[in-house]
């Protein structure tokens, strides 16, 4: 059973940064893609950054703010956020998948949500 505990959530003024971080049961090596996910009361969930191997992929309204990377050794992958704005604030995701060839599907994995909260 795999594993995703995120942390570094929490209430802070707009324009300044925080980092979220994500760590992985087993070595991340074994993901295909892993990223941060947000929601919104009444809205979709949707996706904030994603790392495949080493590209990166951020949604418009986070470029230049955002920065998502990984750490092998510590099997955590980490969401630097700054320049936050109100519109920010959400549950933020950990999400992480791989192939399984012995079901011979993609098998999708998500951590239990940490709030972000960020006042004008």
């Known amino acids: 059973q795999v594993q995703l505990v995120e942390s570094g959530g929490g209430l802070v003024q707009a324009g300044g940064s925080l980092t979220l971080s994500c760590a992985a049961s087993?070595?991340?090596?074994?993901?295909?893609?892993m990223g941060w996910y947000r929601q919104t009361p009444g809205k979709q969930r949707e996706l904030v950054a994603s790392?495949?191997?080493?590209?990166?992929n951020y949604a418009d309204s986070v470029k230049g703010r955002f920065a998502i990377s990984r750490d092998n050794a510590k099997n955590t992958v980490y969401l630097q956020m700054n320049t936050l704005k109100p519109e920010d604030t959400a549950v933020y995701y950990c999400n992480a998948d791989r192939w399984d060839g012995r079901l011979g599907a993609t098998l999708d994995y998500w951590g239990q949500g940490t709030q972000v909260t960020v006042s004008s």
């Open positions: 087993r070595s991340i090596f074994s993901f295909n893609t």
């Open positions: 790392i495949t191997g080493g590209r990166t």
